[in-house]
Nanobody, 120 residues
Framework: QVHLVESGGGLVQAGGSLSLSCAAS????????MGWFRQSPEKDREFVAR????????SYADSVKGRFTISRDNAKNTVYLQMNSLKPEDTAIYYC?????????????WGQGTQVTVSS
């Protein structure tokens, strides 16, 4: 059974930084691309960033490009999201997930997520 556990969220002022982690178990981690998503009360869950199986390729939503960096450590079955220059509109619950072979669709049940709150 796949298990995704996100951590690292918190309350930060605008312009600040946070680093999120997601520990995955139940799959052969290095076989899959991984993604970060977020959901706020005002919006449906949206894509934030994805990273390829080996970590050599990454892509981002336009809203976070240049501010967020996704990375992974296959030895630790963990994917990370470094978030800099945070804005109030980044406030959301952040989730990770395994991605299908198109690199677009999440494969597994969502974890509990981690709350990020950015104050103005």
């Amino acid at each position: 059974q796949v298990h995704l556990v996100e951590s690292g969220g918190g309350l930060v002022q605008a312009g600040g930084s946070l680093s999120l982690s997601c520990a995955a178990s139940g799959r052969t981690f290095e076989w899959y691309s991984m993604g970060w998503f977020r959901q706020s009360p005002e919006k449906d869950r949206e894509f934030v960033a994805r990273i390829s199986r080996g970590g050599g390729m990454a892509s981002y939503a336009d809203s976070v490009k240049g501010r967020f960096t996704i990375s992974r450590d296959n030895a630790k079955n963990t994917v990370y999201l470094q978030m800099n220059s945070l804005k109030p509109e980044d406030t959301a619950i952040y989730y990770c997930n395994t991605l299908d072979n198109t690199g677009n669709a999440p494969l597994d049940p969502w974890g509990q997520g981690t709350q990020v709150t950015v104050s103005s």
